[in-house]
């Protein structure tokens, strides 16, 4: 009877060590699976990330293109100002020529008349 006792005792144990063996195994294939998954999400987080400062980066490039091209026009505003009052100093000046003429060939015309 003690010899069936013991033997029952050893395989209780080792029922017992093989169910703990089992649940162990199980429970790191769980947490393997979490870490598996964790892991994937940290990528998709990672990506998501890189594309949106890739996205970020690509907004301020064309913010400083934006800009560039505005200072550009400003510049070429500024200009076209210049010019402008140029011409119209340049006009101003023909028009007080022309007049200065007109009135030099009136005046010498009533002097070949009287």
């Known amino acids: 009877n003690g010899a069936r006792n013991g033997t029952s005792l ?5 029922d017992t060590d093989a169910d703990g063996l089992k649940a162990n ?3 790191k294939a769980r947490n393997q699976q979490r870490l598996e998954e964790a892991s994937k999400a940290m990528t998709d987080l990672d990506e998501k990330a890189k594309s949106a ?3 970020g980066e690509e907004r301020e490039a064309e913010l400083q293109r934006v800009q560039d ?9 500024k200009r076209l100002k210049q010019l402008l009052s140029s011409s119209e ?6 028009t ?6 007109t009135d ?3 005046a010498k015309e009533e002097s070949l008349q009287a």
């Open 89 to 94: 100093d340049a006009n101003s000046a023909l």
């Open 104 to 106: 030099s060939l009136a």
């Open 96 to 101: 007080d020529e022309l007049k200065a003429f």
């Open 69 to 77: 091209a505005l200072s550009e026009a400003k510049k070429e505003s």
């Open 25 to 27: 195994h199980s429970a």
């Open 53 to 55: 400062a890739l996205r």
């Open 10 to 14: 050893g395989s209780l144990f080792f």
